[in-house]
DNA sequence: ACAATAGTGTCTGTAAGACAGTATTCT
DNA sequence: AGAATACTGTCTTACAGACACTATTGT
């Protein structure tokens, strides 16, 4: 694995998150606004650079802590999306990142960090129609992160991370039509979340909204694959029509 | 993206390549055998630190040619799999490595590199049997990189970068059969190679062996993405019932 | 009663798995 | 003729999409 007669890059490690949440039926996603340059005043995705010690997880988790304030009890699991390594990213000089993902429950409103002056949801899909929003190539690593959300609802049942738990049936069906941004067949929907074993588990409990008939609740089942998988049509894209 | 206060960890970014080939009908995987310390002697995936300059794919293009003698020519991707940065993973400091996926139709009898005692192909199914063979975490991106090999395979066309062209449905066939370590109906097979649109191509030549009818012949398509999707069965797997 | 939301049932086409049979070559 | 490999067709079942209907609440 090495070759001592040749000079290796001299880099730094970040790690940049991509937060997902749904939002108003919408998918969204927290970007802070830099506090220093470069890029300062832009909008951004919450990172930081790796620590003496760490490992990117746990990079991840400090930096997601530092961010929103939440830890593995309200985010269930972070992805791995992927290593963005163009020597000319970042300004600044050698950075490459690694970007990872996390799903997110309706979080406290985000608190502005050290770096940030300011903190906020953003719709994916204005990111993803109009990238040149972000400051460096997050807007590929937001492309990338969502085209990565869309495929992981297909065949696991990480979509319960965006719930706060008791949640609706309809609960589950937003996400996914804000995930994917197709509208669903609510009849379908039912059948396919019920025959797939160990998704979700009823609680008996009943939720009561302001008006109509009320309903019933559910948890995270134990399965993390579903089966048979949720898949979109082909035709489905979170993209916008080219 | 900076925390200036903090001090950031100083780390080497290295490639490791996973290239896969189907050899007698099984799945097989390039390793070397180190020819320095540490784990001098040990078996190891091909690999090496990033250069000045270079991005990752472009480390993993240069390692590909440098350690197999082929370029992209031979090989129609490479593929990220994931970054592997356990602070204790390399006893000479940290290292953090970035995992390519490779498939390869088959290549001449690889050579040994510099920093290589030797090179040569072992089946996948002895190092995910035994993972307790190769150097590093090596074992590790194994896995990972055959389950995301297995996973490619039922949506894109690229089994047939496993194959040297023209090919036979036979021929493809096998790469599926040995890739995903489970044995297929060929007539099912048949049918679902050809309702896919775009994946293979008639060429409208013949192969005879040396007994039997000879078989049609076919080179890739266009398509890269194959619908309907080749899906393994859920029970399905590479990996070794446990 | 009526609006609004929640949930069930049915019909139809597509594709998957299982399996029987036909075609073309060489010896 | 027979062996060996290549290829085609059919039957059944499972699941997806489309759509009509029933159920339970509040006003």
């Not at 020597?87 to 996390?102: E, M």
């Amino acid at each position: 694995m090495e070759r001592p007669k040749e000079a290796h890059a001299v880099v730094k490690l970040a790690v940049d998150l991509v937060i997902l949440t749904v939002l108003d039926g919408r998918l969204q996603i927290l970007v802070v606004e830099r506090g220093n340059e470069p890029y300062r005043g832009r909008l951004a995705l919450p990172g930081g650079f790796m620590r003496p010690g760490e490992d990117l997880p746990t990079t991840a988790w400090r930096e997601l802590q530092e961010e929103t304030g939440v830890g593995p009890a309200h985010i269930p699991h972070l992805e791995q999306v992927g290593a963005y390594s163009e020597p000319d990213r970042d300004p600044r000089g050698r950075v490459v990142t690694i970007a990872y993902l996390a799903l997110a429950p309706d979080l406290p409103a985000p608190t502005p960090g050290s770096d940030a002056l300011n903190a906020a949801w953003v719709p994916a899909h204005d990111i993803l129609a109009a990238p040149t929003q972000l400051a460096f190539d997050h807007d590929t690593i937001v492309a990338d992160a969502v085209e990565h959300a869309c495929a992981m609802l297909e065949h696991t049942t990480l979509a319960t991370a965006f719930c706060t738990t008791p949640f609706t049936i309809g609960d589950l069906k937003s996400v996914y039509e804000a995930v994917w941004g197709v509208p669903l067949d609510i009849r379908n929907f039912y059948r396919k979340v019920r025959r797939a074993d160990g998704f979700i588990e009823a609680t008996g409990e009943k939720r009561a909204s302001d008006v109509g008939r009320p309903a019933e609740l559910f948890r995270r089942g134990l399965a993390t694959v579903i089966n048979p998988p949720m898949l979109r049509t082909p035709a489905d894209s979170v993209r916008p029509a080219v």
